[in-house]
């Protein structure tokens, strides 16, 4: 029996890509990536209540999850 309603699982890519914040990040939220010449939703990969983020930032995209990109601050390693 095939589950279709099971979580996604976060694909890592293998390397970073970059990409640049669209929406003011509020956490908890998902919020808007310029990525590739599209825009998607995004969250931070590991939530960090320190961590803001503005419109115009980069991020480093690292993986997928379902139809959202997993991203850090461009800063981090």
Known sequence: MRHF???PHPS???EPIQGVVDSAVK???LWRVK???SYWFARLYQANPSV???PGQSVKVIAIEG???LVTP???S
């Open 52 to 54: 803001t983020m503005e």
């Open 74 to 76: 461009a800063s981090f």
């Open 27 to 29: 956490q908890g939220q």
């Open 67 to 69: 139809i959202t990109l």
């Open 12 to 14: 890592m890519f293998s």
């Open 35 to 37: 990525f590739q010449g």
């Open 5 to 7: 309603f099971l979580p």
